[in-house]
């Protein structure tokens, strides 16, 4: 006979795997349940391994026999890390995308808790000069500039540097350092916090009437859930808006949770909070190391960091005493995550803040068209800010009409002309070009053999510098052709303009003035942007060109003329979104212009001037633009106005994933009340890394039948024969059709 206990025997753990359940385990001997709580970590015997789960619920029963049910093999916590906040986020996130719980609450751990390192905030190697090394004449060093640089570096640095601070001001540091080491200098110390703290302050301006009302509105949603859409052109002074949201809560003793969408964007809105705020803030985003990211979580959950400043996962943090959330740029597409586990941390937010009762703050100057439609349907109170902030005027738009324009390698002579007059006059030029590399692709002016990638649809992208031609989409390289493989010509040209080959034109049309590329090779070294705007923030550099990476939020102030290089890219997209996206993304980049004391200019250039969307750019009118945007989509019932999710297969063979999304369509429309299902059909770019891909639309007019559909749906999926020879998965709210 079993001994009758008072206290649950039976731990239900969730663990990151494939399978959507909750798995029962005994406690190990010698415990008792009173030492076990949900949102505790355990170690657990798991197949032929062991893993690391979650405590989700203990209770008296289970299903499996009790002897044959295996014991934990090991608590790794005395009190939970999850807090039950955190713990029924994490459950309500798994419901809504469809998603096994235990990768959920496995996503919300920085890594090292999950690979089961013990939640204490430790120290991290920090680097400072001693004595000897304070003491040392730089100019000694005349030999060896990268350590007198270094020195100098750390003469002038306040406190000790992190490897992640060095990262960002010193390329290459460590082996410099090593040599000053070695000479006696430098000591090496484990600090225990990394909070940072002001090394400048800045206090805030009076605010304008509108910036008035929207902290007023915000104040005045303090304690309660509220959903705010901040929609404010760029330059309006959205961010001292957050600070007077920010500071009235630090001023009730509760926490801010600040989501970014990128890092390039962090570094700014950080020095910014820094000097306003003389509190510790928390920092969590990738390109932390696993100790700094452990030790900023730990802090933010045990209320030590009155401030949390993270990119999309930091949502999931747990936060002692959380009075607002507060997400900047809310249309960026960075908040959804992509793969595995597809939440969107905007949304994601705006449950937590309705679970917590506190405001959430979408800030915007292209709110994506979800949120406006929320404002309009009176779900979010909608918050306009309609003018710039101080005395920068919007910015002067015209579109330069291509059309039988002689071209200068991309460049019309209006916009060549442009350039020489702003840089004449001793201000910073910013051009846009959303192509890296130097070419999209390479072709054969004989045959016209384009370069292909074997394992993709797609060509492969030119980079001269580095003489190769590269997919951007699986990665695949070779050296450049000598000769065409049809034709055996050797008259190979560049095909079409790259931020590469664009930089080599402004180079030799403007060779007295510095030119600064910004995309994704030009940054690939950690730390490397940050150097980058540094340059164009102190004056050096004059035209600064790029990518997409340049639109996001920096502040330029010295930048007087945009100008957009090809604005004809995004006006035809596959994808329902694309237009959405180049508007957001011209308006963001054109708002780059004239954010000093000097009024901006910014030139368009396009094949199609009449085209109603580029109207509603030099408009300044983003609210038109969107709202005939929002009339198609109405119209054509696409989202807002529909939900959405898309099952998406691929395999290595074309007819596998059309051949399940099928099966899982005839499973689906049998099903009462079923979605509308729409496909299968190939995704745009059908073979990608060498497998072919699918997908099937699913829509619904509520929501509610979208997941009610989706929850009877699913499991039927993993039963279907064909279910183990594709990969496939769910996406939620999906925002990208590639
Ligand atoms: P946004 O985030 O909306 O693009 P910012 O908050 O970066 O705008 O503000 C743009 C610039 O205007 C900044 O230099 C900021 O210091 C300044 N600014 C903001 N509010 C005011 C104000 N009320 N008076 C004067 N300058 C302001
Ligand atoms: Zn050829
Ligand atoms: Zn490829």
């Given at each position: 006979m079993q001994t009758v206990s008072a206290l649950p025997r039976i731990l239900q753990v969730a663990i990151p795997s494939p399978l959507p359940q909750t798995f029962d385990y005994r406690l190990p001997a010698g415990h008792s349940a009173a030492q076990v709580a949900p949102g505790m970590r355990v170690r657990i015997p798991f197949g032929r391994s062991e893993k690391i789960g979650i405590v989700v619920a203990l209770a008296d029963e289970s299903r499996i026999d009790h002897a044959r049910l295996k014991p934990v093999l090991e608590l790794l916590d005395q009190e939970p890390l999850l807090s039950p906040a955190i713990q029924s986020l994490a459950q309500w996130a798994s419901r809504y995308y469809h998603y096994p719980i235990g990768e959920v609450l496995s996503a919300t751990l920085p890594t090292l808790l999950r690979q089961g390192e013990p939640a204490r905030v430790t120290g991290e190697k920090v680097w400072s000069l001693n004595e000897a090394g304070g003491a040392i004449d730089p100019a000694t060093l005349k030999r060896a500039p990268r350590q007198r640089a270094l020195l100098t570096l750390l003469q002038k640095s306040q406190k000790a540097l992190s490897?992640?601070?060095?990262d960002l001001q010193f390329g290459n540091w460590r082996a410099i350092m090593r040599h000053l080491l070695d000479k006696g200098w430098v000591e090496i110390q484990q600090q225990t916090t990394l909070l940072t703290t002001a090394t400048e302050s800045s206090s805030a301006p009076p605010l304008n009437a509108a910036q008035?009302?929207?902290?007023?509105?915000?104040?005045?949603?303090?304690?309660?859930?509220q959903t705010l859409l901040l929609d404010g052109v760029t330059g309006s002074g959205k961010t001292e808006v957050y600070f007077s949201a920010v500071e009235k809560v630090l001023q009730e003793?509760?926490?801010?949770?600040?989501l970014v969408p990128e890092i390039g964007l962090t570094p700014q809105l950080l020095k910014r909070f820094q000097a306003r705020f003389a509190v510790p803030i928390a920092l969590l985003h990738s390109a932390l190391n696993d100790r700094a990211r452990l030790n900023s979580w730990l802090q933010a959950r045990a209320g030590d960091a009155p401030i949390i400043i993270g990119t999309r996962?930091?949502?999931?943090?747990?936060?002692?005493?959380?009075?607002?959330?507060?997400?900047?740029?809310?249309?960026?597409?960075?908040?959804?995550?992509?793969?595995?586990?597809?939440?969107?941390?905007?949304?994601v937010a705006i449950r937590r803040a309705q679970q917590a009762a506190i405001p959430v703050v979408l800030g915007s100057a292209t709110p994506s068209?979800?949120?406006?439609?929320?404002?309009?349907?009176?779900?979010?109170?909608?918050?306009?800010?309609p003018e710039r902030a101080g005395n920068a005027a919007h910015p002067q738009i015209r579109l330069l009409d291509l059309r039988q324009q002689k071209l200068n390698e991309g460049f019309s002579t209006a916009m060549l002309q442009a350039i020489q007059h702003h840089l004449d006059n001793g201000q910073q030029v910013l051009l846009f070009l959303n192509r890296r590399g130097y070419a999209p692709t390479l072709i054969c002016h004989d045959c016209g053999w384009?370069?292909?990638?074997?394992?993709?649809?797609?060509?492969l992208i030119l980079h001269k510098s580095r003489r190769l031609l590269r997919c951007h989409h699986c990665d695949s390289q070779r050296r450049i052709d000598s000769q065409c493989p049809d034709c055996g010509s050797v008259d190979l040209r560049p095909l079409g303009q790259g931020t590469e080959r664009a930089a080599e034109a402004l180079g030799e049309r403007f060779p007295d003035h510095e030119i600064i590329r910004i995309d994704r090779d030009s940054t690939r070294r950690k730390g490397s942007l940050q150097a980058l705007l540094k340059q164009v923030e102190e004056g050096r550099g004059q035209i600064l060109l790029g990518t997409q990476m340049l639109a996001k939020g920096h502040h330029l102030p010295n930048v007087t003329l945009v100008g957009i290089l090809d604005a004809d890219?995004?006006?035809f997209g596959l994808d329902f979104r694309a237009?959405?996206?180049?508007?957001?993304?011209?308006?963001?980049?054109a708002g780059r212009a004239g954010r000093g004391e000097s009024r901006g200019e910014v030139l368009i250039q396009t094949h199609h001037p009449e085209h109603p969307l580029l109207n509603g750019i030099i408009a300044h009118d983003y609210s038109r633009f969107a709202s005939e945007l929002l009339t198609e989509r109405s119209q054509a019932l696409l989202p807002p106005f529909r939900h959405i999710a898309l099952l998406r297969a691929e395999a290595s063979s074309r007819e596998l994933p059309n051949e399940f999304l099928s099966a899982a369509r005839e499973a689906g429309v049998q099903l009462p009340n079923a979605a509308e299902l729409l496909g299968p059909i190939p995704a745009a770019m059908e073979r990608r890394a060498g497998r072919y891909r699918a997908q099937l639309l699913i829509q619904a007019d509520q929501r509610a039948r979208l997941h009610n559909f989706l929850r009877q749906w699913l499991p039927q999926l993993s039963q279907l024969p064909l279910a183990k020879k594709v990969r496939w998965s769910i996406d939620v709210d999906a925002m990208e059709f590639s």
């Open positions: 490897a992640h601070e060095l008035h009302a929207a902290c007023n509105a915000i104040h005045h949603a303090l304690g309660r859930f003793g509760k926490q801010a949770l600040i996962s930091a949502v999931f943090t747990p936060i002692k005493n959380l009075g607002i959330i507060l997400i900047d740029e809310e249309h960026d597409l960075s908040f959804k995550q992509q793969e595995g586990f597809r939440y969107h941390a905007r949304d068209l979800e949120s406006l439609h929320n404002a309009r349907q009176g779900r979010f109170q909608h918050i306009i800010l384009l370069a292909h990638c074997q394992r993709c649809d797609a060509h890219q995004g006006l237009s959405e996206r180049m508007g957001q993304l011209i308006i963001q980049v």
